[in-house]
């Protein structure tokens, strides 16, 4: 059965011992963040921030439509296109890594990848619920190494 993005947060905040949401964020601040960054966020981005904001969970700090600059996605877009020219301009970051300036961005089409300057993509999943749920069945699974489900694609999007 294919979850939803509220649900699959709504099992992590309950898994977890130390989650916290911000809060909801009114559509028209999203749509700004989109305007901004100049691109279209994933439903589940979208649905994700409108609902959390942004959350924090068992070590993970999952960007959002926010004020806080280490956690927001247009201030952590903006900084990676503005240090890195590969950075490709039709992503948005969800998730500093905090190893070498990796972070973990999705598509308008929700694939989500791990960018990191001078290496080829790496797809991790091909939704924003793929990824969380990723992360809570593996734990010790930090985000430079997620085995199984590595492919190497180049900055376009291509296998």
């Not at 279209?40 to 904001?53: I, P, R, V």
């Not at 942004?54 to 296109?81: K, N, P």
């Not at 500093?96 to 598509?107: E, P, R, T, W, Y």
């Not at 992360?135 to 085995?147: L, R, S, W």
Request: glycine share 6%; hydrophobic share 35%.
């Amino acid at each position: 059965m294919k979850q939803d993005i509220i649900e699959v947060i709504n099992l992590l905040a309950n898994e977890s011992d130390d989650f916290f949401a911000k809060g909801e964020v009114e559509s028209s601040k999203i749509a700004q963040a989109e305007e901004t960054l100049g691109v279209h966020f994933s439903k589940d981005f979208w649905e994700y921030t409108q609902k959390f904001g942004y959350i924090e969970a068992d070590g993970m700090e999952l960007c959002g439509v926010v004020d806080s600059r280490h956690v927001s996605t247009v201030i952590r877009t903006q900084y990676m296109r503005d240090n890195f020219s590969d950075f490709p301009k039709d992503c948005y970051v969800i998730e500093s890594v905090g190893i070498d300036n990796a972070v973990i961005m999705q598509k308008s089409d929700g694939k989500v990848y791990q960018f990191l300057h001078n290496h080829k993509l790496m797809l991790f999943a091909n939704s924003l619920n793929e990824y969380l749920l990723g992360k809570k069945m593996k734990p010790e699974t930090n985000a430079v190494n997620i085995g199984s489900h590595e492919r190497m694609i180049d900055n376009q999007g291509y296998q």
